[in-house]
């Protein structure tokens, strides 16, 4: 299955859920936010979320600072 992360292309396996790809994108454990397709996949639903072939997907990892 073929998907945009971040605004690049990226082959993943068919089925993959967004917790899925946050562990092979090195994110797990990370807080972040997810949005597919414009919009946000709450946390909650990461763990169900199947991703579909060309979806685009953007994650955004808070960085903190003082």
Not at 17 to 38: I, P, S
Request: with cysteine; glycine share 10%.
């Amino acid at each position: 299955m073929h998907i945009t992360l971040n605004g690049h292309p990226q082959d993943c396996a068919d089925d993959l859920t967004v917790t899925q790809l946050l562990n092979e994108a090195g994110y797990a454990g990370r807080r972040v936010a997810v949005e597919v397709n414009h919009e946000i996949v709450p946390r909650s639903q990461h763990s169900a979320y199947a991703l579909r072939n060309g979806d685009k997907v953007e994650i955004v990892h808070a960085i903190g600072g003082g």
